[in-house]
């Protein structure tokens, strides 16, 4: 048509004067002008309705009409396309301009449009200019259009330009975003002509999709080769270092950088604090830390959060405010991490400090900060504060629901996450793996046996069914739940078992005072080649005492440190204590408190105060009481066994000293309660209210 006719060689000028390096102003202008005359030329094929458009290109954003201010991807359905198809011939730069336009737009919708149109036009034998097939791989590896960049590819590698490096390494980058490491290594062992560039993309594409291994082997390679390392190549290989198994390597490349020249890097310097972090190396992540000259608030971050993961935080949470000291200002990630510190520590205070923070930075509206808000809320047991903050959020996604179903579940409201996990299902929003878990757990805490079991045959039905931390919580479930045969069928039905599933079943054992099955159990868990850990052993011990298993207890505690190397804890020194008690061995258990290389705490007098209450003997009820009594004065736990040890030996003037006691001090007994499901219906009964 006249159209295409007439602005053939307006582009040729614009193409010419783009080689002296002053005809971007001019295409601009050029291509303006061109939508104006495709606007035009055929009133009756035009996809729109309304005025006479009025185009302008300003800030890489094109403006039509009445769609003024509107971006490329909010043009009705088939504007872009209608535009797209009049553009024929050879208006290679013209193609070029608008492909990079959409790029830039990042409209899913748009992209896709533009990359079946673009091959589209390959397929009817117009070819492509280098700069349009640069940005068309780009669009397939952001919009991760894997079988539009297979089929790009290959009209690349039957162009002209099929050799060219710089598209060589935009195919790299393509597979590797769309995660098909196969086909981007394919490609790599092609191209006969590499630099730099081209190892580094590879090395990160294998280290993004957490192919470690791989990526140093590529490093290692590409030193063979005699190819300097750039910062960007230190950095992605440093994130393949990552994790705790390849410290080692993460030094020897922490080595390679400091012979480079590198470490005053920011970037590479966040890189470092960042892998000794994940690593674990506190010590050598805050060493690379102080040793940086220049620090941002990535730098910060990553220092914060490689102490908040791992348990530090109140290191992360004084580094929080040196860094506000020297004046950085906090991003998303500074902001999780401290959250995530909070929660850890069960800081409730800090935590609403932060929380202000968040609302006066403008992050409050922030999906990810909002669920992290209401995660920490839950950790510190204020679940009126989670469930205030899930109220206002104006977006809610998988992760807002399980957080706040979390909460109540974790705070001992069953009944409440039951019935927010059904409203979840009736807003059309489906659970995830994490989600299950908590309704199970839910379900444990409500002994909510029918629910729990139409969550089993959910998981049955799902994806879901072969994970570990699921199956454990269903163990966990059905034994709270008094389901002892159900545990056991849950528990032999698995396909695999870890140590998550042996353990909750050892838990399981304990609960029902199975102790020979539990040690049974134990037993087999160890000839099926499964290491147990601490809290195997926790379990074990547990089971022991309440079925009065003394020297088999005893065993196995000794075996801790002698034939496994695991150093006991004080929770199996309570676990020994209580075992000893139940059994009578009062003068055993005391001894074994003031031997053992722990602190007693206020858990350790009442663990043997119960058993002097058991046996009725009151002078020592008495000495451990007054121990238990000074290192917890608000508990009213020892104040109770120590009350009804003095009304099973008929001393009630004791008894009598005792309560007022309580009386003067404020103390309230939590009463005990327990529950059955009857008709769908859980009611409670309580005890001592």
Known sequence: NLCTFLVVPWMAEAAVEG????????????????????????????????????PA????????????????????????????TQLRGGQ????????????????????????????????????MGCATYASLLRLCGSTKSL?????????????????????????????????????ARAAFEKMSRRNVFTWTIMIGAYAEHGYGNEALLLFQEMLLEGVTPNRITFVNVLSACANPEALVEGKWIHGLVLASGLESDIVVGTAL???????????????????????????????????????????????????QRQGVVPNKVTFLSILSACAGLVALAEGKQMHAHIVASGFQSDITVGNALINMYGKCNSVKDARKMFDTMLERDVVSWTSIIAAYAQDGQGREALLLFQQMRREGVN??????????????????????????????????????????????????????????????????RDVISWNAMLAACARHGQGKEALLLF????????????????????????????????????????????????????????????????????????????????????????ACRMHFDVKRGQRVADNAFGLDPDNATPYVLLSNMYAAASKWDDVAKVRKLVADKGLKKQPGYSSIEIRNKTPDFFCGR
Request: charged residues 25%; glycine residues 8%; proline residues 3%.
């Open 523 to 610: 037993h087999q868990m160890q000839l099926e080649g499964e290491i147990p850990d601490t809290i195997s052993f926790i379990s074990v011990l547990s089971a022991c005492s309440h079925a009065g298993l003394v020297d088999d207890g005893h065993l196995c505690f000794v075996s801790m440190n002698q034939d496994h190397g695991i150093t006991p804890t004080i929770e199996h020194y309570h676990c020994m204590i209580d075992l000893l008690g139940r059994a009578g061995l009062l003068d055993e258990g005391e001894d074994l408190i003031i031997k053992m290389p722990y602190e007693p705490t206020a858990v350790t007098w009442e663990t043997l105060l119960g």
């Open 92 to 127: 290679k730069t013209m193609w070029a301009h608008l492909a990079k336009e959409v790029l830039h737009q990042r409209d899913v919708c748009c992209s896709s449009r533009m990359l079946k149109e673009s091959l589209d036009r390959a397929d009817r034998g117009i070819e």
């Open 431 to 496: 659970p995830d793996k994490f989600t299950v878990g908590s309704v199970l757990s839910a379900c444990a805490s409500q002994f909510s046996f029918d629910e729990g079991k139409r969550m089993h045959d959910s998981i049955v039905s799902s994806e879901f069914k072969s994970d570990a931390v699921l199956e454990a919580a269903l163990l966990n479930m059905y034994s709270k739940c008094g389901s002892w045969e159900d545990a056991w069928r849950a528990f032999d039905a698995m396909p695999e």
């Open 57 to 84: 290109v300003k800030s890489r954003r094109i403006e039509f009409g009445n769609y003024k201010g509107r971006p490329l991807g909010s043009l009705p359905h088939g504007y872009l396309t209608w535009m797209a």
């Open 19 to 54: 080689g002296h390096g002053h005809g971007h102003g001019h295409l601009s202008r050029l291509f303006a002008t061109a939508c104006t005359m495709l606007h035009q030329s055929s009133a009756s094929s035009r996809p729109w309705h309304g005025e006479s458009p009025e």
């Open 147 to 183: 079988l539009e960049g297979k089929r790009l590819h290959a009209v690349l590698m039957k162009s002209r330009f099929g050799r060219d490096r710089l598209l060589g390494n935009l195919v790299l980058e393509m597979y590797g975003k769309c995660g098909a490491l196969e086909d």
């Open 273 to 323: 604090v960042s892998m000794y972090g994940k690593c674990g190396s506190l010590v050598d992540a805050r060493k690379s830390f102080d040793a940086m000259t220049q620090r941002d608030v990535v730098t910060w971050s990553a220092m914060i959060t490689a102490y908040a993961q791992h348990g530090q935080g109140k290191l992360a949470l004084q580094l929080f405010d040196e860094m």
